[in-house]
């Protein structure tokens, strides 16, 4: 429940004209706190012998670099998309492409 917390927190607070938008302690602090609930979790499920996140990327050599272009398309799709519904013109086009982008890549 706190990693879901986490990752609605760093989208509302790091999303165009958020309070991290302007103040970037308040950008990295929300980004390393959903990174410490994450490693909380891992660390708890370790202990608890409950699947881990090494445990779901050893299934391959690759599956974790698969895990990592699908995290970085589903941010780059959403904060494309974010970027979409504020700006205009040209820019307008370039957040387009962004979301295509990470649509196509996840």
């Known amino acids: ?3 879901v917390w986490w990752i609605v927190g760093v989208a ?3 999303r165009v004209g958020g309070i991290a938008y302007k ?3 308040i ?3 929300s980004w390393l706190s959903l990174a410490a609930s ?3 979790l891992n660390d ?3 202990a608890k012998d409950i699947l881990t996140i090494h445990e779901l990327t050893r299934l391959s ?3 974790t670099w698969w895990w990592v272009l699908c995290l970085a398309s589903i941010v780059t799709m959403g904060s494309a998309a974010d970027m979409h519904r504020i700006v205009s013109g ?3 086009n370039d957040a387009s492409f962004g979301m295509a982008l990470g649509v196509v890549s996840s």
């Open 12 to 14: 509302l607070t790091t």
């Open 44 to 46: 708890w499920s370790a």
């Open 1 to 3: 429940a706190c990693v």
């Open 23 to 25: 103040s970037l302690n």
């Open 27 to 29: 950008y990295f602090a």
């Open 90 to 92: 040209r820019h307008r």
């Open 38 to 40: 994450i490693y909380t």
């Open 61 to 63: 050599l690759t599956l």
